[in-house]
T-cell receptor, first 113, second 113 residues
Framework: EAGVAQSPRYKIIEKRQSVAFWCNPISGHATLYWYQQILGQGPKLLIQFQNNGVVDDSQLPKDRFSAERLKGVDSTLKIQPAKLEDSAVYLCASSPTGVETQYFGPGTRLLVL | EDKVVQSPLSLVVHEGDTVTLNCSYE??????LLWYKQEKKAPTFLFML????IEKKSGRLSSILDKKELFSILNITATQTGDSAVYLC?????????????FGTGTRLQVTL
C-alpha cells in the first residue's frame, strides 16, 4: 500500500514570497490533516478535512495560509506571503477513521530567508 | 488551554541502558494518549492508551497511563542505537471527525555505543 505522498521535500524562499505544498493521501482515506512542526516543537494541527469539507481550521493563520482539498483526494496548502516564522516542516497525514489511525507523510521542510 | 508536557527534553544514554520518558497533560474532554517515534520527519505510531493501569508492550518498548494523575510513561529497555529519535506524546480529545491531537514538544533520545 502506498503511503502519504508530499512534494516538494524541501523549499527555500525569501520572505514575502508565496509557496505551495502538495499532499496525496492514502487511497480511500477520507480525513486529511496538515500540521506545522517548528524545530524543537511537536506538530500543530493547521487544518483538517473530511472528504472535501473543512472540519477544523481554528489554528490556521487565515490572513496568509490557505488550503483546499478539491474532489476529496489531493490537497494543497499555500502560504502567501511567507514570513520568517513560517520556517518549519509541514506534515500531511491521512486517516480512514479518526486521528488515532492517521499515517504521516515525509513532510516538506520550508526555510524562509 | 490544553497542555501536553514531556520530560526530559533531551537524553543521552549508552546502548543497553533503560530509559523512561514522561508525558503529563491537562486536556479537556480527554479520550486517549498516543506515543509516536519520529526519526527523520514522519512520526510513526507506537501506542495508544485509553485505560489507566493497563500496560501496552511491544518488544523492548512499553507504556502505561495514569488518568488520575494525568500522565503517561514510555519505557525502553536494553536501548539500541536504532532507538535514537524524538519521541512524541499526543493527547486525543473529542470524538469522531471532531477528534484532534495535541502534541507535546517531544523528548530527543540519543543512544551511543
Amino acid at each position: 500500500e502506498a503511503g502519504v505522498a508530499q512534494s516538494p521535500r524541501y523549499k527555500i524562499i525569501e520572505k514575502r514570497q508565496s509557496v505551495a505544498f502538495w499532499c496525496n493521501p492514502i487511497s480511500g482515506h477520507a480525513t486529511l490533516y496538515w500540521y506545522q512542526q517548528i524545530l524543537g516543537q511537536g506538530p500543530k494541527l493547521l487544518i483538517q478535512f473530511q472528504n472535501n469539507g473543512v472540519v477544523d481550521d481554528s489554528q490556521l493563520p487565515k490572513d496568509r495560509f490557505s488550503a483546499e482539498r478539491l474532489k476529496g483526494v489531493d490537497s494543497t496548502l499555500k502560504i502567501q506571503p511567507a514570513k520568517l516564522e513560517d520556517s518549519a516542516v509541514y506534515l500531511c497525514a491521512s486517516s480512514p477513521t479518526g486521528v488515532e489511525t492517521q499515517y504521516f507523510g515525509p513532510g516538506t521542510r520550508l526555510l524562509v530567508l | 488551554e490544553d497542555k501536553v508536557v514531556q520530560s526530559p527534553l533531551s537524553l543521552v544514554v549508552h546502548e543497553g541502558d533503560t530509559v523512561t520518558l514522561n508525558c503529563s497533560y491537562e486536556v479537556t474532554n480527554f479520550r486517549s494518549l498516543l506515543w509516536y517515534k519520529q526519526e527523520k520527519k514522519a512520526p510513526t505510531f507506537l501506542f495508544m492508551l485509553t485505560s489507566s493501569g493497563i500496560e501496552k508492550k511491544s518488544g523492548r518498548l512499553s507504556s502505561i497511563l495514569d488518568k488520575k494523575e494525568l500522565f503517561s510513561i514510555l519505557n525502553i529497555t536494553a536501548t539500541q542505537t536504532g532507538d535514537s529519535a524524538v519521541y512524541l506524546c499526543a493527547v486525543k480529545k473529542g470524538t469522531g471527525t471532531a477528534s484532534k491531537l495535541t502534541f507535546g514538544t517531544g523528548t530527543r533520545l540519543q543512544v551511543t555505543l
